[in-house]
């Protein structure tokens, strides 16, 4: 197996292809608004902000690859990437709307660009292959403690698909 088909394979796993882990998309298919922004405890993040941290380094990764840099989002340390928008339930649907775009234009450049373009650096980064390895790695961490909030709200189903 090549490292571009074993990156698509962990990039799927994290949205849509469930593996060890549930997908993302699976893990927020039913979850409410009032679930989202739950938090079991002050200084505890909420389902919404978690999402809204992986779609921070996700927009920020493409837009630099794609050399949109004027575009990407900013924050002025970790702790802002959890920021939300104003708290509606339409702006909870448009961020994970946000997010699994953005993880699948991430997906689409992965299987289509030449191999030298994934290997090239990216501005204030590393090549797009090893950012998207580590990207990988952080959304299935925080998928962990999305899943486990859901669990502490009984918003997930007891049995899974294995």
């Given amino acids: 197996m090549d490292v571009r088909t074993l ?3 962990q ?36 389902i ?13 990764i493409l837009l630099r690859f794609l050399g949109e840099t004027a575009n990407e989002p900013q924050a002025e340390n970790n702790d802002a990437t959890y920021r939300l928008p104003t708290e509606t339930s339409q702006n909870w649907q448009k961020t994970k709307q946000e997010y699994f775009y953005v993880h699948r234009e991430l997906e689409k450049i992965l299987a289509t660009s030449e191999l030298e373009d994934l290997y090239r650096e990216i ?8 950012e998207l390895k580590s990207l ?27």
Avoid at 13 to 20: A, M, P, Y
Avoid at 24 to 41: G, H, N, S
Avoid at 48 to 60: A, I, P, S
Avoid at 125 to 130: G, V
Wanted: glycine share 4%; with cysteine.
């Fill in 7 to 9: 990156l698509l394979q």
């Fill in 11 to 46: 990039w799927a796993s994290c949205l849509d292809q469930e593996d060890w882990f549930p997908p993302l998309e699976k893990v927020l298919e039913d979850i409410t608004f009032e679930q989202a922004i739950w938090r079991p405890v002050e200084g505890a993040h909420s």
């Fill in 48 to 60: 919404w902000e978690l999402v809204c941290h992986l779609l921070f380094f996700e927009k920020r």
């Fill in 123 to 130: 501005p204030e980064d590393n090549p797009l292959m090893i």
């Fill in 136 to 162: 990988a790695m952080h959304d299935a961490y925080h998928i962990g403690q999305i899943v486990f909030l859901s669990k502490m709200q009984g918003a997930w189903a007891a049995k899974r698909s294995f």
